[in-house]
Structure formats: structure tokens, C-alpha cells
């Protein structure tokens, strides 16, 4: 069974630029999250889908973020325009239960990205 | 707001001998909590959690995990550490009950086993 994809592995994009991350979860996990980590700091919450619904997005930074999960299967992560503070690696997982119901998440590898 | 703290960013232990990596949280109530490991150039792999019940969980890999609520800890420990445990490691929680189901994440723990 394929685990969790993300794409690309790393982006390195200019200041303003547009970039879109990708994730494919694991076939028939209905909840999708998001992270993010800066270099040397926390992994943190960046939002929460039930199939294509936000359940949670109160950890996006700012408006400058835009995440979809349309008809509930991947979902991608637009930066637009990038910030030299968005760098970072952002991590996909994927669950078939919430954390409270199954308590295990699946991590994709991650999509490192660098605004230079 | 709920926080996780590992106090060391790395931790080295020779091969064969127990190993205790460290993890205190700040959160309301008792929380679920979580380990998981990354490997380079991998995601985060899931090694235990503690949601109810005995205080001491097992997980994967041959880890365990305490939870003792008096001191709001949470450490990772396995009696007889092999170099390929060498990995980043990281302690999470979740608070019981509302619907957020985010984890909040500390900050990782190196641990290095030497031969």
C-alpha cells in the first residue's frame, strides 16, 4: 500500500513567487493535515481536512496561504507570494480517524521549501 | 495555549545501554500524548501514544513511554539502545476533548547511539 506522497521534495523559488505543494494521502484516509517546520524549531499545525472540508485552519499563518482537498483526495498548499519566512519544510498526514479516535498519523516525507 | 518542551536537543548513548529521551508538556486536563521518530530523509514515523489507562505504554522498536501526570512528563525510554534507534525524535500532545485535532509538536530530540 502506498503511503503518503508529497511533491515536489524541495522547491527553491524567489521572493514573490507562486509555489504549490502537493499531497496524496493514503487511499481511503479521510482526514488530511498539514505542517509545517522552520529550520531548528517546532513542527507546527497548519490546518486540518475532513474529505474536502476544513475542519481546522487555525494554524495557517496568513492570508498569503491557501490550501484546497477537492472531492476529498489530494490536497495542495499555495503560497502566494512567498516570504523569505516561509521557508521551511512542510509535512502532509494522513488518518483514517481523527488523532483523538486512532491516535497515529502517516507523514509523508515532506516538501522543503526555499524562498531566496 | 499548550506547549511541549525537550529540554535536549541531542542525547548520546552508547550501544546496548538504556536510553531516556526527555519530554515535559503544558497543557489543561490530561492530554493524548504522542512519540514519533524521523529518520533522514523520511517522514515522521508513529512509535507510541498514551491515551487512557496504564501510565506506562509500549510501543514500536521496542520503546516505551511513561506518563506520569504529577510531573506533566512524558519520556521516551528503551532499555538497550542499537545504533540503528539513532534518529530525530518528537513528543506531541493533543488536549482531551474540543475538536481541534491538531498536534502541537516539541522541538526534537537528536539521539545519537554509538557503537
Known amino acids: 500500500e502506498a503511503g503518503v506522497t508529497q511533491f515536489p521534495s524541495h522547491s527553491v523559488i524567489e521572493k514573490g513567487q507562486t509555489v504549490t505543494l502537493r499531497c496524496d494521502p493514503i487511499?481511503?484516509?479521510?482526514?488530511l493535515y498539514w505542517y509545517r517546520r522552520v529550520m531548528g524549531k517546532e513542527i507546527k499545525f497548519l490546518l486540518h481536512f475532513v474529505k474536502e472540508s476544513k475542519q481546522d485552519e487555525s494554524g495557517m499563518p496568513n492570508n498569503r496561504f491557501l490550501a484546497e482537498r477537492t472531492g476529498g483526495t489530494y490536497s495542495t498548499l499555495k503560497v502566494q507570494p512567498a516570504e523569505l519566512e516561509d521557508s521551511g519544510v512542510y509535512f502532509c498526514a494522513s488518518s483514517q480517524g481523527t488523532v483523538a479516535n486512532t491516535g497515529e498519523l502517516f507523514f509523508g516525507e515532506g516538501s522543503r521549501l526555499t524562498v531566496l | 495555549a499548550q506547549s511541549v518542551a525537550q529540554p535536549e536537543d541531542q542525547v548520546n548513548v552508547a550501544e546496548g545501554n538504556p536510553l531516556t529521551v526527555k519530554c515535559t508538556y503544558s497543557?489543561?486536563?490530561?492530554?493524548?500524548l504522542f512519540w514519533y521518530v524521523q529518520y533522514p530523509n523520511r517522514g515522521l514515523q508513529f512509535l507510541l501514544k498514551?491515551?487512557?489507562?496504564?501510565?506506562l505504554v509500549k510501543g514500536s522498536y521496542g520503546f516505551e513511554a511513561e506518563f506520569n501526570k504529577s510531573q506533566t512528563s512524558f519520556h521516551l525510554k528503551k532499555p538497550s539502545a542499537l545504533v540503528s534507534d539513532s534518529a530525530l525524535y518528537f513528543c506531541a500532545v493533543r488536549p482531551r476533548g474540543g475538536g481541534a485535532d491538531g498536534l502541537t509538536f516539541g522541538k526534537g530530540t537528536h539521539l545519537i547511539i554509538q557503537p
Open positions: 497543557v489543561s486536563g490530561n492530554p493524548y
Open positions: 498514551y491515551i487512557t489507562g496504564d501510565n
Open positions: 487511499s481511503g484516509h479521510d482526514n
